[in-house]
């Protein structure tokens, strides 16, 4: 009786974890798996905020990171849907330091470990001031200790290292550079003479004030600094490169909802979509229960959703624009007004999200969402 008592609860205990595991909705056989873009952070004595790209496989519903330090002068700023944003302090030290930092997740095991070392205090060679942010524009201050040292200043959309294979800093300036070496060579130039004509302005000395407009709602871009130096078409990387991250809010958004209403008649769905009070144009996003913008009936529309498919309708606008259209042709081409009854073919067997939003353009900008949006299921 004793044997068979111990039986039972050695089954008991051996169940309890996965028992445990189905009720955080972890699959013990199928387990969450996450993938950084890097392992081992290198910084400059400026700190600044460092985003960690990643990718997740067999997420856990509702599963949140978390994030702890070894190092106080490290701290976590925000977790997006592709970034973990760390935030380093300015060092304050005349010696190098590290630091690690553990992200666990619901079912991952074992957690990852990311190695931080930070230059001393004398090697941070630039510095950034952030100002007048708007949901498409914003100013950076470029202040290099060095004042005499010829210096590149720009902006880059974050999601250019999320995308493209560049891994590391020195690897990002020989690219860059290397495209500026083409564009020289198409205008029959030396790097160093295109880089003294360049419109707008790239290479610097001393303090130097940059305004850049024309940015993506909602989008985070790398402000970055490096020494450099040129002799015909050869250069010199004479400082480490710097960099900090901006992030563009969305704009305000109106008060603006839509009745939506659908119908179905075989493979043809009936979408009638009533703007209430809103006059100006809207977008109508058509999402399969399969595709990245699905999101299951319940479930809470996040602002990386919303951010998401602001993304999706403000890349599309920029794309056809590039082409020579303009915004307001964009618009009447490919968004709404008024009461609008639409007829769309569907594939059999699959879900669908209608989703509805505001949208704008002002002064011939590149239009962008202006209302959360509204959704229907079919």
Not at 61 to 83: D, N, R, Y
Not at 185 to 197: A, H, I, K, Q, Y
């Amino acid at each position: 009786m004793c044997k068979a008592k111990n039986l039972l609860y050695l089954l008991i205990a051996a169940l309890l974890p996965m028992l445990a595991s189905c009720e955080k909705g972890i699959d013990p056989n199928n387990p969450p798996q996450l993938t950084l873009d890097t392992y081992t952070l290198n910084i400059d004595g400026g700190g600044g905020d460092i985003p960690l790209y990643y990718i997740i496989k067999n997420p856990v519903k509702g599963g949140e990171f978390e994030v702890v330090t070894t190092g106080a002068w490290i701290s976590l700023k925000e977790i997006t849907s592709s970034t973990i944003v760390l935030h380093i302090e300015p060092s304050d030290i005349n010696e190098e330091r590290i630091a690690m930092v553990t992200i666990k997740y619901p079912g991952l095991d074992p957690a990852i470990k990311v190695s931080v070392l930070q230059d001393k205090q004398m090697l941070n060679k630039f510095s950034f001031e952030i100002s007048d942010v708007t949901y498409s524009s914003c100013k950076v201050t470029y202040r290099p200790l060095d004042k005499n040292r010829p210096y590149m200043a720009n902006v880059i959309d974050a999601e250019y290292f999320k995308q493209s294979s560049v891994t590391n800093e020195a690897l990002f300036i020989d690219t860059e550079m290397a495209n500026y070496k083409a564009l020289a060579d198409r205008n029959n130039m030396t790097l160093e003479e295109l880089m003294g004509r360049v419109q707008p302005q790239l290479i610097y000395t001393g303090d130097a004030e940059r305004e850049f407009i024309g940015m993506q709602p909602g989008a985070s871009y790398v402000v970055y600094s490096y020494g450099i130096t040129f002799s015909g078409n050869s250069y010199e990387v004479t400082t480490p490169m710097h960099s900090t991250i901006v992030e563009i809010p969305m704009p305000e958004m109106y008060d603006a909802s839509f009745n939506i209403n659908c119908k179905m008649s075989g493979t043809t769905a009936t979408i009638s979509i009533d703007p209430g009070e809103w006059s100006g144009y809207y977008s109508v996003q058509i999402a399969p229960d399969d595709s990245l913008h699905y999101i299951e009936p319940g479930t809470q529309l996040t602002e990386s959703a919303i951010k998401s498919l602001a993304n999706k309708f403000y890349t599309n606008a920029r794309n056809v624009m590039k082409g020579g259209s303009s915004a307001e042709q964009f618009l009447r081409a490919n968004c709404y007004t008024g009461f609008r009854t639409l007829d769309v073919q569907l594939q059999s067997g699959k879900r669908y999200m209608i989703i509805v939003f505001a949208v704008e353009s002002k002064n011939g900008e590149i239009p962008v969402m202006r209302s959360m949006p509204s959704i229907c299921y079919i």
